[in-house]
């Protein structure tokens, strides 16, 4: 056997097989005390882009967090280079404890779920009246996602010149979540960011919808290009010169009351993480009323104790209804 010194033996040294060096394995982490607070503006392929003392610094995730991922709008604790410098790079080396999640899969048979925004307080979800045709179970399935992640819905319709709004706005009476209604015209003049701003402030909303529907043109209207530039954040652009958004975004408000996340355009929405029973949280009228239900249930069989709760007056038959449709889209794609 090989000696390291006078008196050491295989108690003093421990070897690890098919590793490179020799240092034994240790649990203890650093505790990084010293760390400073911030807020992810956006994620590009490993590098993160967070907003720290009013400092737009880039940053790449401590090897001790593992798996663990931050994503726009995560708490996080940074150390390293914090200046901001150019070719400077930090680390994050805490992830805080998210209040709400956005969250979707690719599809709903895909059992790996995404989260795509951290800590919104609300979901604005942008649908045109026409060109492209309202989608109602996009709408519905954007509502269960909310619902289920603790986010509060906002409807932002446009282009009500083009199509009434009553139709669609009737679908989501029952469920008394706030709307705004834009025209075309609005939505290029400042007349629509102008509306939709009074249901923002001193909150941070994200922002969906799918292509054609007017959200980036919203947002970029409601954070002007020299608030971005005040944060060091741009959308990316194309050859054309045109802003597209590819991954989600965190951009303030003008005076710094609230911010605004853009999410890139979706074309569905996957929902095979939801549970049922957290979508019913929502509906404070309806939850007491689940406590006869058996084990598991759907909240739309034959035993559903709701079907009673309502019968006995404790809820509007609407209500149940709009639970019902909600909680079946899971079931149902987007265009079905």
């Not at 240092?23 to 720290?52: F, N, Q, W």
């Not at 929902?271 to 019913?280: E, G, N, Q, T, Y």
């Amino acid at each position: 056997m090989r000696r390291y010194g006078r008196n050491a033996d295989e108690d003093d040294i421990r070897v690890r097989p098919n590793r490179k060096g020799n240092r034994p394995r240790t649990s203890i982490r650093p505790k990084h005390e010293d760390a400073a607070d911030g807020m992810v503006l956006t994620v590009d392929r490993g590098r993160l882009t967070c907003l720290v003392d009013g400092r737009v610094v880039m940053a790449m995730k401590a090897r001790e967090l593992g798996r663990k991922a931050a994503v726009v709008g995560d708490r996080v604790s940074l150390v390293g280079d914090l200046s901001g410098q150019k070719d400077t790079l930090a680390r994050i080396v805490r992830i805080g404890e998210r209040a709400s999640v956005l969250r979707r899969t690719a599809d709903d048979d895909d059992p790996f779920e995404r989260v795509v925004v951290a800590n919104a307080d609300q979901l604005a979800i942008v649908t045109a009246l026409a060109d492209p045709e309202p989608r109602p179970r996009l709408i519905d399935r954007c509502l269960v996602a909310a619902f289920d992640g603790g986010l509060e819905p906002l409807l932002v319709l446009t282009k009500s010149d083009l199509a009434p709004p009553e139709k669609l706005l009737e679908l989501y009476g029952a469920l008394d979540i706030p709307y705004v209604v834009t025209s075309r015209d609005e939505l290029y003049d400042g007349h629509a960011a102008d509306r939709v701003r009074e249901h923002l402030t001193g909150r941070t909303t994200a922002f969906v919808g799918h292509s054609g529907v007017g959200k980036t043109t919203l947002v970029n209207a409601l954070v002007p290009e020299e608030r971005r530039r005040s944060t060091g954040v741009v959308n990316a652009v194309t050859g054309r010169g045109r802003h597209t958004t590819t991954s989600a975004l965190a951009l303030p408000l003008a005076g710094g009351d609230g911010w605004v996340i853009d999410t890139p355009g979706v074309r569905s929405f996957g929902l095979h993480h939801v549970d049922p029973s957290r979508v019913i949280h929502a509906f404070p009228d309806l939850e007491p009323g689940t406590e006869g239900c058996p084990r598991a249930c759907s909240h739309d069989e034959p035993d559903c104790a709701l079907d009673t709760w309502v019968a006995e007056g404790h809820a509007d038959p609407a209500r149940l209804y709009s639970l019902r449709r909600l909680l079946a889209t899971r079931e149902r794609r987007e265009g079905d």
